[in-house]
């Protein structure tokens, strides 16, 4: 069965700094990926997402992602953080021919004034 | 803009009690889904539905079932609540397919119902 691990739980970085969220999947073959955001008390919503093609992908807010198949690794960027950012960041994988992903335990952004 | 709606931001109920989550889209989704999310766990399946009055187990369909009588409705029924129950729902919906061909699409979610049971 597919997996997904988002290792850090916890991330803290100061507004205007970069970002890089990990996320690793285990799966045989290159599934569909997925980031979402969940802002405190709200649904998740999709920042971007990666069916195939061009490798980096660009996403709402200012979000980009990269997949590398040699990695298994799809991580999201950000090249300046901005205090609205803070939220709790979720990568999805979802095995071709399935509709249903399976979500990473999230990682939390925390971002200083 | 796709709206997916739920009957309660907030719900407390006791011990035993029959809950129903309603959720309610209007996109014309075929899929629909109910997660529940806990702190450190993520979101967990607890069921799908793939189209009117058909369903699927997800990862943890026990002490749950589901009711989709509409296309644009799915409900989540705990048949006797218990304190462990006590968490965020999610509901979220897609389709079942794009024009493409492919079959995974962006799942839109509602904004949550946080269950709190007594």
């Known amino acids: 069965a597919q997996s997904v691990t988002q290792p850090d739980i916890h991330i803290t970085v100061s507004e205007g700094a970069s970002l890089e969220l990990r996320c690793n999947y285990s799966?045989?073959?290159?599934?569909?990926l997925f980031w979402y955001v969940q802002s405190p008390g709200q649904g998740l919503q999709l920042l971007l997402k990666y069916f195939s093609g061009d490798t980096l992908v660009q996403g709402i807010k200012g979000f980009e992602a990269e997949f590398k198949r040699s990695q298994s690794s799809f991580n999201l960027r950000k090249p300046s953080v901005h205090w609205s950012d803070a939220a709790e960041y979720f990568c999805a994988v979802a095995p071709r021919g399935s509709y249903i992903p399976t979500f990473g335990r999230g990682t939390s952004l925390i971002v200083h004034p | 803009d796709v709206k997916v709606t739920q009957s309660s931001r907030y719900l407390v109920k006791r011990t035993g009690e029959k809950v129903f989550l309603e959720c309610v889209q209007d996109?014309?989704?075929?899929?629909m889904f109910w997660y529940r999310q806990d702190p450190g766990l993520g979101l967990r399946l607890i069921y799908f539905s793939y189209d009117v009055k058909m369903k699927e187990k997800g990862d943890i369909p026990e002490g749950y079932s589901v009711s989709r009588e509409k296309k644009e409705r799915f409900s989540l029924i705990l048949e006797s609540a218990s304190t462990n129950q006590t968490s965020m729902y999610l509901c979220?919906?897609?389709?079942?397919?794009?024009?493409?061909?492919?079959?995974?699409?962006?799942?839109?979610f509602g904004p949550g119902t946080r269950l709190t049971v007594l």
């Open positions: 979220a919906s897609s389709f079942r397919t794009l024009a493409g061909g492919k079959p995974t699409d962006t799942q839109y």
């Open positions: 799966y045989g073959a290159t599934p569909y």
């Open positions: 996109m014309d989704h075929e899929n």
